[in-house]
């Protein structure tokens, strides 16, 4: 997964960006169910990457901050946003939300996945005169 974190009208120090990108990097297990164990060899071959994370930390008046996080996915964008006066509860929250969308994403993907195999199976269903014949050529063949 790609991270890009910007920040407006705040300095992050680096150690804050680095908690940032594991919290976020934390959400690739997700997405590796969703496409394959393939694709991290395909990240490292340097091909381009299919989830990219833009996380955009805005600081407001009053020592607040506004945290924007963006998942894009092939054919689909997730986004989450907080406003928290303290920037770690903010990023949890921002998370915790992703999490969720994902795994949603994820039920809604292996649903439609089931349902077309569930359509072939009914359309390939065969008759049963024709199991019977093949069982009884098993048993006379002795396998």
């Known amino acids: 997964m790609r991270i890009i974190v910007r920040a407006k ?3 992050l120090p680096l150690e804050t960006k680095r908690f940032v990108e594991e919290q ?3 959400l690739e297990k997700f997405t590796k169910e969703i496409f394959g164990e393939n694709y991290y060899e395909r990240f490292l071959k ?3 990457p299919r989830v990219k ?3 955009e930390i805005i600081g407001k008046e009053r020592g607040m901050y506004y945290v924007e996080c963006n998942l894009d996915f092939p054919g689909k964008l997730m986004r989450a946003e907080s406003l928290k006066k303290d920037l770690k509860s903010a990023i949890y929250e921002i998370k ?8 949603e994403y994820k039920k809604k993907f292996f649903a439609k996945f089931e349902r077309g195999a569930r359509k072939l199976k ?8 024709a199991k019977i014949k093949e069982g009884e050529r098993v048993l006379q063949e002795g396998i």
Not at 96 to 101: A, I
Not at 123 to 129: N, T, V
């Open 9 to 11: 009208k705040v300095k």
């Open 24 to 26: 976020i990097n934390s």
């Open 46 to 48: 340097k091909e381009k």
């Open 53 to 55: 994370a833009r996380v």
């Open 96 to 103: 915790d939300e992703l999490k969720r969308k994902i795994k």
């Open 122 to 129: 009914r359309e390939l269903k065969i008759s049963e005169a």
